[in-house]
């Protein structure tokens, strides 16, 4: 029996610009993955949304 899991909820995307992921609140602080309020089902998709929003948040802050 395989177990699978997400984590749901998360800093709102209405927060963050979703271009850089910097919060609108915060400047010079950045959001990837699970720390937002997204979640797909399982069997990829959390993993890849984890790592376009980390790319993007790296790329802005380089």
């Known amino acids: 029996n ?5 984590t749901c909820g998360g800093i709102p ?14 400047p010079g602080l950045y959001f990837a993955g699970e720390a937002l ?3 797909g089902i399982t069997g990829g998709y959390n993993f890849q949304a ?3 929003t980390g790319w993007m948040a ?3 802050m380089a």
């Open 37 to 39: 309020d997204i979640d």
């Open 50 to 52: 984890a790592w376009t």
């Open 2 to 6: 395989k177990e699978e899991f997400v």
């Open 58 to 60: 790296g790329q802005s």
């Open 13 to 26: 995307l209405k927060e963050v610009d979703l271009k850089t992921m910097e919060s609108r609140l915060v």
